[in-house]
């Protein structure tokens, strides 16, 4: 529909009263920051603050030892809270200093405890061995490395009998590996290291003080119940705390979060002396309101301006579009978003995207399925195209209705044609040889239309930036359009109406004369701007230049009109499509006639949906806005605490 107006709002005032200045702007959740020194002249004085956010630092420390804790913080919307900024450095100190005394206790105990339970599990593989484990573990000529290796591993070691000193003894096994250990003389140790590295043994790493096994593992079970009672009393000392502590620290947390997010605006500030300068934009239907609460602020003045009137500022984009086109933002913001004057493709958008989609994909019951798919992706995902398939779905179920098409099947719909309407068979016969050729008639026609509507905007918007060039001499200005509907029409005249309008007076008013009005729109253009240097450097080389882009012109008047066959292409493709389906199931024949019918209207969805999707969103790009749209603009995005969270 529109660009919804905003204001732009300069605040200068006292640097006392400035911190309570960005925390109204910040609160009011509609102020967005801009550079102050291109609004105003004479600032040479005023220089901006550089330093660093004091608000940072305390809200990562805070936020990392609650996390680290495995606590959580709540955000609250906290007025009556006022603390200074080293009241709440000091408490953030005193809360992360407890937090983290726990979390490292906490880290420590769990520490003990894995190590305790993979001793545990290590030993368990040696218990009820033959092993004398004193003795070994007191050997001085022989080193004693316990541990498992694969079982094809211990299968390859009777290659190895050449040498004697490989010897494993396995204690224990399972499906893959064996437990067990092997020994290595002095002065060989490093060799036979080595051949069992190669033959993948895992050393395990169990105490020299294991003496009998059984009463160690007695030992270490009683060490883990030790451990788990130091580690439940630590949590328990860490609930009582935090029981004490949390409403406090939310407090402070909200209010670092608060002060973290609003020193955004302090970076746009300028100041000199005990002055300062801050300029921002509002949504126009906001000043009342915003102003209500800066009267408030002692010692500041503020101005007010219309974003019409500061265009050379680039005033920040508010899309103000009703429900059914909002979802189709999404693709504005793909390209990019219109400028402050000039029109808002939106609802353009919305209507052709949705009734091309239907015209290319028309099929009722695949088309209710899309919708219910879109409904879905956007329910369960948040997917934003999912919300745009939902009223295309929708468009392709009509248009579907009219071509009589039902999955495919084809007269599906004849009984209700001939109750409700009288009609002896379906109103559109896609398939029908003068059917088809209608279809390709009228998208070109649908296509021809829609390129005058745009030019129609173009001349608009430019007429409305003051852009003459563009809006009265341009390939989509006033000359353009004249020329292209003239000829547009003279074409269908001659050749469908039978009327004789290409005359010599037509072609020369109304082709000729726009082309060369076209063909001279910069000098032109400057001439209506009242620009002294309307004349260029050279003529001979404007008038080349000029010719050949002329040329690609009129060449892009064509090829875009062509553009629009794919429209009643894919009308016919998709039809041609479910006709190779229904002939593989009758070919199939059975069960599998039904197997068919079912993947290949699945195939054909998938796969169309998505082509259709892509070829309606590049005829809106590249027919459609590169005639009348820019979208150069920048989103409104004030700061807002709910971002920062």
Not at 38 to 67: H, M, W
Not at 616 to 643: A, D, I, K, T
Request: aromatic fraction near 14%; charged fraction near 20%.
């Amino acid at each position: 529909m529109s660009v919804r107006p905003v204001k732009a709002v300069g605040i200068i005032g006292l640097s006392s009263e400035l911190d309570k200045v960005i925390r109204y702007c910040g609160e009011s959740g509609i102020f967005q920051p801009d550079d102050a020194m291109s609004f105003y002249e004479n600032t040479g004085n005023f220089a901006p603050i550089n330093e660093r956010n004091p608000y940072q630092d305390p809200l990562a420390d805070l936020t990392s030892s609650v996390q680290a804790a495995g606590l959580t913080l709540e955000f609250k919307k906290i007025k009556k809270f006022t603390v200074s900024n080293s009241g709440i450095k000091k408490y953030v100190r005193f809360i992360s200093s407890k937090l983290d005394r726990f979390t490292i206790e906490t880290t420590k105990i769990k520490s003990e405890l894995d190590a305790c339970r993979r001793s545990q599990e290590e030993l368990n593989h040696f218990i009820g061995s033959d092993l004398e484990f004193e003795k070994l573990f007191s050997c001085k000529f022989i080193n004693v490395n316990f541990g498992r290796i694969p079982k094809e591993s211990y299968d390859r070691l009777s290659e190895l009998n050449n040498n004697p000193y490989i010897l494993f003894f396995p204690c224990s096994s399972d499906q893959t590996h064996y437990w067990g250990v092997y020994f290595s003389p002095l002065g060989s140790e490093d060799e036979i290291d080595r051949i069992f590295a190669s033959l993948y043994f895992e050393r395990m790493n169990l105490p020299a003080d294991v003496k009998n096994p059984d009463k160690y593992l007695e030992k270490l079970k009683s060490k883990e119940v030790t451990l788990r009672q130091r580690l439940s009393k630590n949590e328990q000392q860490l609930e009582i705390f935090w029981a004490a502590e949390k409403e406090k620290c939310e407090m402070y947390y909200s209010r670092l979060k608060e002060m973290n997010a609003y020193y955004a605006i302090k970076r746009y500030v300028y100041c000199y002396h005990k002055n300062f300068i801050l300029v921002g934009w509002i949504p126009a239907d906001k000043e009342t309101e915003f102003v209500k609460g800066l009267e408030k602020i002692p010692s500041i003045e503020y101005t007010l301006s219309d974003g019409k009137d500061e265009i050379k500022h680039s005033p920040p984009i508010i899309l103000k579009n009703p429900r059914f086109a909002k979802r189709y933002e999404y693709y504005i913001k793909m390209f990019g978003l219109p400028n402050y004057n000039e029109i808002d493709p939106t609802m353009l958008v919305a209507i052709t995207y949705t009734i091309f989609f239907g015209i290319m994909f028309g099929d009722f019951g695949q088309g209710i399925l899309l919708s219910i798919v879109g409904f879905l992706m956007w329910k369960l995902k948040k997917m934003d195209i999912g919300k745009i398939l939902i009223p295309c779905g929708v468009s392709s179920a009509i248009f579907g209705f009219i071509y009589g098409s039902c999955f495919g099947f084809e007269e599906a719909f004849n009984p209700i044609y001939k109750a409700v309407f009288g009609l002896d068979e379906k109103p559109v016969d896609v398939m029908s040889p003068a059917t088809s050729n209608m279809i390709v008639y009228a998208s070109v026609g649908v296509g021809a239309v829609i390129i005058m509507i745009v030019m129609l905007m173009n001349i608009f918007s430019s007429l409305k930036r003051r852009d003459y060039e563009s809006g009265i001499f341009g390939p989509n200005g006033i000359a353009g359009f004249v020329f292209y509907t003239a000829l547009v029409a003279g074409l269908v005249g001659q050749m469908v109406l039978g009327l004789e309008l290409m005359n010599i007076v037509y072609v020369i008013c109304l082709i000729i004369i726009p082309l060369i009005l076209i063909f001279l729109r910069e000098p032109l253009g400057k001439l209506v701007s009242k620009n002294k240097n309307w004349q260029p450097p050279k003529w001979g080389e404007y008038c080349v230049q000029n010719f050949f882009e002329l040329f690609e012109t009129c060449l892009s008047y064509v090829t875009n009109t062509m553009s629009f066959l794919r429209i009643g292409a894919y009308v016919l493709v998709h039809a041609g499509m479910m006709l190779v389906v229904f002939t593989l199931a009758n070919m199939s024949g059975g069960f599998m006639y039904y197997v068919v019918v079912v993947l290949g209207n699945g195939i054909v969805m998938a796969l169309e949906a998505l082509l259709v999707a892509i070829q309606v969103l590049r005829l809106e790009y590249y027919e459609l806005f590169s005639r009348f749209y820019v979208g150069q603009g920048r989103p409104f995005e004030p700061v807002r605490l709910e971002e920062n969270r």
